[in-house]
């Protein structure tokens, strides 16, 4: 059974400067709620509980937002603002949240391997939480992964079609399909250069990773622009016994980018508007 969701969250979040200057990525809010609380919401639907951050410098705000505020819950306390407070009041309360700093910005694989600490000898999520991930017809993301994990009990990346143009941003599979929707994967190659990609199927940002990744991640060289990749270990395992590429259902918006922000702000905003009218 899985129970531990990593969070990454150490990057720069060079593409929003100077928002992210002082302030983490991973806090810039969609509509009322931090890019972060959608991701520990999604696992919680999933059922894991035991959350994980890789933190970094300039990152406290994430720990100050899963902790009560004394000051404002007394501020607020009796009126009608307090309902306002329910919903991060509920996922505190549902959760245990640990925290590692990752000392140097050596890229996703390295951030992961920096999170052993944390998970141990024990399957667990991890899930990047500027690609938001909806799915209005059923259960979120990291939940289908969770099923598909114990059915095949080996490590799963969720991917998604994209435009051939765009993969150069992606890390990309190759693979077969075994059932529906689900690959088996024989290659992987980070942000493949214009004409060299495989397919189109391009990695998101949510992975159930078995625990022997951190041994392939101790062993893993630094590859594209001088990181220690994620995809460079998960296609290591993949040489070595099944790994799966699930194209889940449901839409991911990448909030890592500026126009990906923007369209799931508008999306949201229409939730939003949905549950409280226009305000
Ligand atoms: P990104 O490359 O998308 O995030 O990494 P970034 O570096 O913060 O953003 P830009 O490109 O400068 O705008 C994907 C995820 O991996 C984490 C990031 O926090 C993000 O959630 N990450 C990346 C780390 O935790 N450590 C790293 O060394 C690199």
């Known amino acids: 059974m899985i129970r531990k969701c990593l969070f990454p969250a150490a990057g720069y979040g060079t593409r929003f400067l100077p928002a992210t200057k002082a302030m983490p990525?991973?806090?810039?809010?969609?509509?009322?709620?931090?890019?972060?609380?959608?991701?520990?919401?999604?696992?919680?639907?999933?059922?894991?509980?035991?959350?994980?951050?890789?933190?970094?410098?300039?990152?406290?705000?994430?720990?100050?937002?899963?902790?009560?505020?004394?000051?404002?819950?007394?501020?607020?306390?009796g009126t009608s603002?307090?309902?306002?407070?329910?919903?991060?009041?509920?996922?505190i309360q549902k959760c245990t949240f640990?925290?590692?700093?990752?000392?140097?910005?050596?890229?996703?694989?390295?951030?992961?391997?920096?999170?052993?600490?944390?998970i141990g000898?024990?399957?667990?999520?991890?899930?990047?939480?500027?690609?938001?991930?909806?799915?209005?017809?059923?259960?979120?993301?990291?939940?289908?992964?969770?099923?598909?994990?114990?059915?095949?009990?080996?490590?799963?990346?969720?991917?998604?079609e994209v435009p051939r143009e765009e993969v150069y941003k992606y890390g990309v599979i190759d693979g077969k399909?075994?059932?529906?929707?689900?690959?088996?994967?024989?290659?992987?190659?980070?942000?493949?250069?214009?004409?060299?990609e495989p397919t189109n199927l391009a990695i998101i940002g949510r992975y159930i990773l078995t625990p022997d990744i951190f041994d392939i991640l101790r062993k893993t060289e630094p590859g594209l622009g001088g990181e220690i990749q994620i995809t460079d270990a998960i296609a290591e395992q993949a040489r070595k016994g099944l790994v799966i590429g699930y194209n889940f259902k449901g839409k991911r918006f990448d909030c890592g980018s500026v126009a990906g922000f923007v369209e799931a702000t508008n999306a949201m905003y229409e939730k939003f508007k949905e549950r409280n009218g226009d305000c």
Not at 45 to 70: M, N, P, Q, V
Request: proline share 5%; net charge negative; with cysteine.
């Open 121 to 160: 000898r024990e399957p667990f999520a991890v899930l990047l939480a500027d690609d938001l991930c909806v799915n209005d017809e059923g259960n979120g993301v990291l939940s289908q992964m969770v099923e598909l994990y114990e059915k095949y009990r080996c490590s799963i990346v969720a991917i998604e």
């Open 98 to 118: 640990s925290y590692t700093r990752q000392i140097e910005m050596r890229g996703l694989g390295h951030a992961i391997l920096t999170g052993e600490t944390l």
């Open 81 to 91: 603002k307090e309902a306002l407070l329910d919903q991060i009041r509920d996922v």
């Open 25 to 77: 990525k991973e806090m810039l809010p969609i509509v009322d709620k931090p890019l972060i609380q959608y991701g520990v919401e999604e696992a919680i639907e999933a059922g894991l509980t035991d959350i994980g951050f890789i933190s970094g410098r300039g990152k406290r705000a994430i720990e100050d937002h899963f902790d009560i505020s004394y000051e404002l819950e007394h501020q607020i306390s």
């Open 177 to 196: 399909p075994i059932e529906p929707g689900v690959f088996e994967i024989s290659k992987m190659v980070e942000k493949p250069r214009p004409g060299e």
